[in-house]
């Protein structure tokens, strides 16, 4: 069976980073656009940013523009969130997902297939 196992959560002060690793297996990775969301609470969850199956192609939402960085290594079936300059309102669950055989980075989650289990992210101020 499909599983995204997300690791790399945790509590961070504000200005710090954290990278976040979403390990996939029981699929063929590289035929997965990778996506990173967030939800947090009495939010929906929300597109934090995506990366298309041969790494060629990314997307950020306006709010992490210029602190975070996706990335994947399809030789070990993983996706990477390098998150910089952390602020508070980046405390949330951090989720990746995986959209099969997609032509563009999507960025809601009705387009996403599997989805991992979260890994939480706090930012103290």
């Known amino acids: 069976q499909v599983q995204l196992v997300e690791s790399g959560g945790g509590l961070v002060q504000a200005g710090g980073s954290l990278r976040l690793s979403c390990a996939a297996s029981?699929?063929?990775?590289?035929?997965?656009?990778m996506g990173w969301f967030r939800q947090a609470p009495g939010k929906e969850r929300e597109i934090v940013a995506g990366i298309s199956w041969n790494g060629g192609r990314t997307y950020y939402a306006d709010s992490v523009k210029g602190r975070f960085s996706i990335s994947r290594d399809n030789a070990k079936n993983t996706v990477y969130l390098q998150m910089n300059s952390l602020k508070p309102e980046d405390t949330a669950v951090y989720y990746c997902?995986?959209?099969?055989?997609?032509?563009?980075?999507?960025?809601?989650?009705?387009?996403?297939?599997?989805w991992g289990q979260g890994t939480q992210v706090t930012v103290s101020s």
């Open positions: 029981g699929l063929t990775f590289s035929r997965y656009n």
């Open positions: 997902a995986a959209d099969y055989m997609a032509t563009i980075v999507a960025v809601t989650t009705t387009s996403y297939d599997y």
